[in-house]
């Protein structure tokens, strides 16, 4: 029993730890001791999210804050803390001159210590807010700018950067486990958070996603408010791609899961309440960029649903909502020929 006991503390052992793996990759890369630090913040305020998440029912966190946000959703208690400590932890850092979110109308000032900053960030500090309070997986969604020069850090120009100028970018999901995805350009690559140690450890490196695809993401509800191409495309999705159908509901959720057995899913702009408009639900910024990068690093491709990469968009405002179609390239190829 002592025997297998002492095998599996060394197997443990035997994963790089976050801070080895950075080491690593600041040999090949001197110039990113900023960039690697913060990557270093953004996992301990993970860790600090997987934390509160996990005890959100006893610590009577969970349901509505009682306010909405700027694009007029319900803000969750969960969601306006998680915002608080990204804010909170990198004012102290000063690793980012300024930061953006889904729970802040404009662009934050980091403070004092971030004035010299090289680098700003966009969040989605939890996503997949109606399952924050029924224990399904949510996730805290991150892009990494370079600041630009000549203009006010807290300047919406900012962070209206297209989403190939990333320098880095990635997410935390609170799953069974709670794991890091992230990539600074050179690969995509996953670390695992050992509770017990509390680190993360390299659970995968340099992602790549599977050459068959096996499932589709979609909210097929919406099926009566996506306009005809769109219909055509989730019937096909539905009825011939051969795929198997998995919604969370989550999209870091359904993001992590389509990376890592292959697929599609696909967020199609939606005329909710039959004006003739449709419009994306998911923001540029801070949800599509990140997503975008990771997959390209990954092997597969993002688009807009009408021919667009969205590395290739110029965002026009902070908040700028987005149809999204992310994938195995093939099979987002095929989709956007259905017309
Ligand atoms: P949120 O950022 O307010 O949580 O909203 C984004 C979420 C995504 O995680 C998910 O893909 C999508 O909204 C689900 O929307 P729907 O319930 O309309 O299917
Ligand atoms: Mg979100």
Not at 154 to 181: K, M
Not at 281 to 298: C, S
């Given at each position: ?28 890369h001197p110039d990113q001791i900023t960039l ?86 966009a969040f989605d500090p939890l996503d997949g ?211």
């Amino acid at each position: 029993m002592l025997g297998v006991l002492y095998f599996r503390s060394i197997a443990m052992l035997s994963s790089q730890t976050l801070t080895q793996f950075l080491l690593h990759h600041l040999a090949k890369h001197p110039d990113q001791i900023t960039l690697s630090l913060l990557l270093s913040d953004l996992a301990t305020i993970g860790k600090a999210i997987s934390q509160k998440t996990n005890k959100a029912g006893i610590a009577k966190i969970l349901g509505s804050a009682g306010k909405t946000n700027v694009q007029d959703e319900e803000v969750q208690k969960l969601d306006m803390l998680s915002n608080e400590l990204c804010k909170e932890y990198l004012t102290q850092t000063g690793r980012v001159a300024a930061l953006a979110s889904e729970e802040e109308d404009m662009p934050v000032d980091m403070g004092n210590a971030g004035k010299d900053a090289a680098y700003v960030i966009a969040f989605d500090p939890l996503d997949g807010s109606t399952n924050i309070d029924v224990n399904v997986s949510i996730g805290t969604i991150f892009s990494v700018h370079k600041r630009l020069s000549g203009i006010e850090r807290t300047d919406e120009r900012q962070f209206l950067q297209q989403g190939n100028e990333q320098v880095l970018a990635g997410y935390i999901l609170y799953g069974s486990s709670t794991v890091l995805v992230c990539s600074f350009g050179d690969g995509v690559h996953e670390f695992t958070l050992d509770q017990g140690l509390g680190e993360f450890l390299l659970s995968q490196e340099h992602m790549s996603l599977p050459s068959n695809a096996k499932y589709y993401s979609v909210n097929e509800c919406n099926m009566k408010y996506v306009c005809e191409n769109d219909q055509k495309r989730m019937l096909w999705l539905r009825d011939e791609s051969g795929l198997r159908g998995r919604y969370i509901g989550s999209l870091v959720a359904d993001f992590h899961r389509n990376l890592i057995k292959g697929g599609v899913f696909i967020y199609p702009e939606i005329d909710g309440k039959n004006t003739g408009t449709y419009a994306g639900k998911l923001r540029l910024n801070y949800e599509l960029k990140p997503m975008a990068f990771l997959i390209e690093q990954a092997g597969g491709v993002a688009t807009n649903g009408k021919g667009d990469n969205i590395l290739d968009m110029t965002p026009k405002s902070l908040h700028q909502r987005c149809g999204f179609l992310v994938g195995n390239t093939s099979v987002v190829e095929h989709i956007e020929k259905i017309v």
